[in-house]
């Protein structure tokens, strides 16, 4: 059951909300645009933060999570630390990286790109057309191939670095997705945890180029990002390795505060209302864990 005396407010003044354009979203949109413009950035991918207060219990939380949004890289975690307690209820359908054995190929998933589905066939089949052809989705989606052929090239044997799916749309429970990898073989005195810190953070939620990205971001976000947009996941003894990336998750305290992000990649061709319309969506399915149902 959903907590009926749920409330959502905002951080920052940004709530993940439909309709008209939140003042703050448009002035960190305008400002990512003036970056942009200026050529310090090509592409931004521009987040916010949402609050919830509920009394939800987390593992409660997650099982509703899990019906809502089915997803590959969903996860349970409970952090513990001295004086404190932290959970992360996930439901992220993006692949950070995984590392196999023998032979030690690094590969990574980057979703760039996103339509809602609709119950309607005709529509939904409407809108995965669209972002299977749209010059500016295709656009984001590529820019960030790019940067991580760069990173994945960084650690991977020299002409190992491949890209055997290019735009692919992937369909999920409320959204279409558009998919790329990019796979390449480690070189032997890569380690694990080196091949990781090499992607870290992932392309798809920074922009590109990455370091230049990460400053504009840390000027125009009016909150931090926390576990968002980070990635969790496990790595064995053996040097194999799974990690998602952290979006369309839940965090808790276990204070009844809860935090959910959202947001979108941000270009030259990019409207601020449907950038803050796909944002919504991807929260929406996020927030329902915490209506009455």
Known sequence: ?????????????LVAGEGLVDDEYRVAFERVQ??????????????HRVRVESGLEPAAAYLRLRRL???????????????ARAWLLSSSPERFATITGDPRVLETKPIKGTTPRSDDPVVDAAHRERLASDPRYRAENLMIVDLL????ASVCEVGSVEVPQLMEVESYETVHQLVSTVRGRLRPEVSTVAALRALFPAGSMTG??????????DEVEASPRGAYAGAFGWVSGDGRADLGVVIRSLVTA???????GTGGGITVLSDVAEEHAEAALKARRLLEVFTPS
């Open 1 to 13: 059951m959903g907590d009926p005396s749920a409330s959502v407010v905002g951080a920052g003044g």
């Open 34 to 47: 003036e970056r942009l413009h200026a050529g310090d950035s090509y592409e931004v991918n521009l987040t």
């Open 69 to 83: 949004n089915p997803a590959p890289y969903a996860g349970f975690l409970q952090h513990d630390v001295p004086g």
């Open 149 to 152: 052929r760069h990173d994945v």
């Open 208 to 217: 590109a180029p990455k370091l230049r990205t990460m400053e504009v971001v």
């Open 254 to 260: 276990g204070d009844g505060r809860w935090t959910v």
